[in-house]
């Protein structure tokens, strides 16, 4: 029995009899030949069928019937054939079945991704997806997350899954998805900030999560999302909040430097981006300093009141900022008033210990130290009024708990920004918004 080979893999196979499967990318049916046009994930290749050959006659019949989009498996012999195009090589078939067929006419012409408005193709994302230009979005997504996990767990970090529906709606500032639980009401998690947290405390050291995340934000904006998906990491005994970002650093730099690997010459050509991996420290700027520069530079001013947090408006100058000051595509920003942080950031001097990672003028990461002591943390919901929302959390911290810290980044942000879509609607698999719940 013959195995299934991929395209790529024919260049190996000359002469020898092979089987391959995939989608009818076209068909060209002439008066003495048949051309079909065979396309898998690896790549694409020639099938052709002699007319006149009445051996042929049952595969002339096939591909008279045949549908473009139709799967099919063919078995054959692959030859070379300088005069072939695509490649080089064809393959002479014996058989070919069609495993499914397309039923209909395509509705949208995925392989013109612009012939349509973004909507559109969401509508159809099951062909939109068939675009190759689409389908490498996510080979590097993949390969931008692949690295990320390498790099923790070379670092001693394990993979944890936390519950998605939780008991309070208190978990942050952002509003939560109610869901109907038995008789009561549960929420869609926001994160998994409180069991990170709540792992820390079981003595688990360095753990991370690649997992969906629930924000229930009227936004549409092209970079907000009513489901994405996070992938967070929290780890203990640290000194201060500069041990988070360092670790950010570390890993971005390993992530990037893969990509680019793996990469490079791809995302010049379809996405018409470089990959800048930072060199030495990324810059670290406080929110009230980056506001001075932003204003002294390039007169942005605002209210006293909109500095208390970064406008994303300031974070599209920071990107102009960093790269004039420190040829950096990155910025850590710092310091940020209390009343914007959430209750469970360690503070010093009364200023959370956390930060913001600006790329490419857009936050990616909010991280922080955490405030691990269980008498402080507890004032601190209280100062918030959350303190009877968030008993059981509290509890996590009764019986000993390291100092630690951690962050989140969204992974479609990040493809986002990797290879300059123009919305967030381009780097998911399927798109979640205020308007969109379908496919």
């Known amino acids: 029995m013959l195995k299934r080979l991929y395209i790529k893999d024919l260049v190996n196979k000359f002469d020898e009899e092979i089987e391959i499967q995939g989608y009818v990318d076209n068909i060209r049916n002439l008066q003495w030949v048949q051309f079909l046009i065979l396309r898998d994930k690896t790549g694409k290749v020639q099938v052709t069928v002699e007319k006149s050959e009445e051996k042929n006659r049952e595969l002339v019949e096939t591909i ?17 054939n300088e005069k072939v195009k695509l490649n080089g090589m064809e393959i002479i078939p014996t058989s070919i079945i069609v495993t499914s067929k397309s039923e209909e006419e395509l509705p949208i012409n ?51 899954h936390t519950p998605k529906l939780i008991g309070t709606a208190s978990e942050s500032g952002s509003e939560v998805f109610e869901v109907k639980y038995f008789d009561r009401l549960a929420y869609l998690a926001q ?31 092209n970079r907000h999302t009513t489901e994405f998906t996070g992938f967070d990491l929290e780890f203990s005994f640290i000194n201060s909040v500069e041990d988070v970002m360092d670790l950010e650093e570390e890993l971005l730099k390993y992530a990037l430097q893969k990509v680019k690997d793996s990469y490079e010459d791809l995302i010049r050509d379809e996405y018409h981006q470089e990959i800048l991996i930072p060199e030495g420290k990324i810059p670290r700027i406080k929110l009230e300093d980056l506001y001075k520069e932003l204003e002294n530079r390039y007169g942005y001013k605002i209210s006293d009141d909109a500095k208390l947090d970064l406008t994303t408006e300031a974070e599209k100058l920071s990107y102009k900022f960093s790269m004039e000051v420190y040829n950096s595509e990155f910025l850590f920003v710092t310091d ?9 950031h360690m503070r010093k001097n009364d200023i959370p210990q956390g930060y913001d990672l ?23 919901a209280q100062e918030k009024g959350l303190d009877k929302d968030v008993q059981f959390y509290l509890e996590f911290f009764k019986y000993g708990c390291p100092p630690h810290g951690g962050f989140g980044l969204g992974i479609d942000r990040l493809t986002m920004l990797l290879l300059g879509l123009p919305s967030l609607k381009e780097a998911m698999f399927i798109f979640r918004g205020p308007n969109r719940l379908n496919p």
């Not at 008279?64 to 070379?80: M, Y």
């Not at 069991?195 to 229930?216: H, L, N, T, W």
């Not at 600006?358 to 507890?378: F, M, N, P, S």
Request: charged share 30%.
């Open 110 to 160: 995925y392989k013109d991704k612009d012939s349509v408005l973004i909507d559109t193709r969401l509508d159809y994302r099951v062909l939109d997806l068939r675009n190759e230009y689409n389908v490498n979005i996510f080979r590097i997504q993949s390969k931008f997350v692949e690295a990320m996990r390498e790099f923790l767990y070379q670092n001693d970090f394990i993979e944890i």
């Open 358 to 380: 600006i790329w490419r003028g857009v936050e990616i990461t909010t991280g922080a130290q955490r405030e691990h002591r269980y008498k402080e943390l507890k004032e601190q």
């Open 191 to 221: 994160s998994p900030q409180f069991y990170k947290q709540m792992a820390m405390s079981s003595g688990f050291d360095r753990i991370f999560e690649v997992g969906p995340v629930f924000r229930a934000e009227n936004s549409n904006t």
């Open 336 to 344: 940020y008033p209390k009343d914007k942080r959430a209750f469970y």
């Open 64 to 80: 008279n019937n045949l549908t473009l989009e139709s799967t099919v498996k063919i078995i054959g012999k692959v030859v070379k």
